[in-house]
């Protein structure tokens, strides 16, 4: 079976110290699914969009090969808005409005079809909708769960129980520290990994992230960029890159990983260079494998 992803869809408003935008495809699911989308053919999306999602916004997903027969499309509301601005150096984000919308009362139901599905990704969405869908799957083999500081604020129980429940947990270095309460990463990591899942990813950023399975730790740098043009979406980019190569190569050994963890880099890397999901959608093969191979030249010493 394919890879099945449930998050957000959302229409995003970005200012950047480069630009502005308006009303442009944004939300979890989406920069996971695309990312994912140069790895593998079989990918199932399940979200909720309103009646302003635009046809050329399908065409998109659809052009990736994404499945959309578990996209619901509501026709009495909009999609779900978001609103951000970023400061001069990008690191700090000031959310401007944040609408739901439709996606307020999003009951995520798994078409029979894809209730067997092998590989399952958790977008960033309320850990009580990661759990109903968790409750409609049939025995995956791997389930990647991401989350973020609100949900560890506001539904931290369940978020608990949901973690229970999961192989990966992606999170940042702050969020880490917050869900396993201690100031170190090493620290956090291992509580993290008592809760429930065997694979911890804590992704830094600018910094790049850390992979961390049993008592193996593999760290990885961000590419090297002169400048970034819009960081939204980034983390979503890096899980969906990740899972897609591990989806694509059926390998859970601790070295797939590892190559799993630069490739959701390496995908990031072109995420923030332009707005939007824009930076993702038009790449070539060859482009993926030089910035990966640039990876290997700059980790590697003897």
Same mark, same amino acid.
């Given at each position: 079976?394919?890879?099945? #992803?449930?998050?957000s869809? +959302?229409?995003?408003?970005?200012?950047?110290?480069?630009?502005?935008? =308006?009303?442009v495809?944004?939300?979890?699911?989406? *920069?996971?699914?695309?990312? $994912?989308s140069? @790895?593998?053919?079989?990918?199932?999306?399940?979200?909720?969009?309103?009646?302003?999602?635009s046809?050329?916004?399908?065409k998109?997903?659809?052009?990736?090969?994404?499945?959309?027969?578990?996209?619901?499309?509501?026709?009495?509301?909009?999609t @779900?808005?978001?609103? %951000?601005?970023?400061? /001069?150096? %990008?690191?700090?984000? /000031?959310?401007?409005f944040?609408?739901?919308?439709?996606?307020?009362?999003?009951?995520?139901?798994?078409? =029979?079809?894809?209730?067997?599905?092998?590989f399952?990704?958790?977008?960033?969405? $309320?850990?009580?909708?990661?759990?109903?869908?968790?409750?409609?799957? =049939?025995?995956?083999?791997?389930?990647? %769960?991401?989350?973020?500081?609100?949900?560890?604020?506001? $539904?931290?129980?369940?978020?608990? /129980?949901?973690?229970?429940?999961?192989?990966?947990?992606v999170?940042?270095?702050?969020?880490?520290?917050?869900?396993? =309460?201690?100031?170190?990463?090493?620290?956090? !990591?291992? +509580?993290?990994?008592?809760?429930?899942p065997?694979?911890?990813?804590?992704?830094?950023?600018?910094?790049?992230?850390?992979?961390?399975?049993e008592?193996?730790? @593999?760290?990885?740098? +961000? *590419?090297?960029?002169e400048?970034? #043009?819009d960081?939204?979406?980034?983390?979503?980019?890096?899980v969906?890159?990740?899972?897609?190569?591990?989806?694509?190569?059926?390998?859970?050994?601790?070295n797939?990983?590892?190559? +799993?963890?630069? *490739?959701?880099?390496?995908?990031?890397?072109?995420?923030?260079?332009?707005?939007s999901?824009?930076?993702? /959608?038009?790449?070539?093969?060859?482009e993926i !494998?030089?910035? *990966?191979?640039?990876f290997?030249?700059?980790?590697q @010493?003897?």
């Amino acid at each position: 079976m394919g890879l099945l #992803v449930v998050g957000s869809i +959302a229409l995003d408003d970005i200012e950047t110290p480069v630009n502005k935008v =308006e009303n442009v495809l944004g939300g979890s699911s989406t *920069y996971i699914t695309l990312a $994912a989308s140069y @790895f593998t053919s079989k990918i199932e999306l399940i979200g909720v969009v309103g009646n302003d999602f635009s046809k050329e916004h399908i065409k998109i997903l659809e052009d990736h090969n994404i499945g959309l027969t578990g996209l619901q499309i509501k026709t009495d509301g909009k999609t @779900f808005h978001y609103g %951000c601005k970023y400061g /001069e150096d %990008c690191n700090n984000r /000031e959310t401007i409005f944040t609408d739901l919308n439709v996606f307020e009362n999003f009951d995520p139901i798994i078409p =029979e079809d894809f209730r067997k599905s092998s590989f399952v990704l958790l977008g960033n969405i $309320a850990p009580e909708l990661q759990l109903n869908v968790l409750s409609q799957l =049939e025995s995956p083999k791997l389930v990647v %769960c991401d989350t973020m500081n609100l949900w560890i604020n506001i $539904a931290k129980k369940a978020l608990i /129980e949901t973690i229970k429940k999961v192989d990966v947990l992606v999170v940042n270095d702050s969020e880490a520290k917050q869900l396993s =309460e201690t100031d170190n990463i090493f620290s956090a !990591a291992k +509580a993290l990994q008592a809760m429930g899942p065997r694979i911890v990813i804590i992704k830094k950023g600018e910094h790049g992230a850390i992979l961390f399975m049993e008592d193996d730790i @593999f760290c990885v740098p +961000a *590419y090297p960029l002169e400048s970034i #043009v819009d960081p939204t979406g980034a983390g979503d980019t890096f899980v969906g890159g990740f899972t897609g190569y591990l989806h694509k190569t059926k390998d859970l050994s601790f070295n797939n990983l590892k190559r +799993a963890v630069v *490739y959701g880099t390496v995908m990031a890397s072109f995420s923030v260079q332009n707005f939007s999901t824009v930076g993702i /959608e038009n790449l070539e093969q060859s482009e993926i !494998a030089k910035r *990966y191979n640039e990876f290997i030249i700059m980790t590697q @010493f003897d």
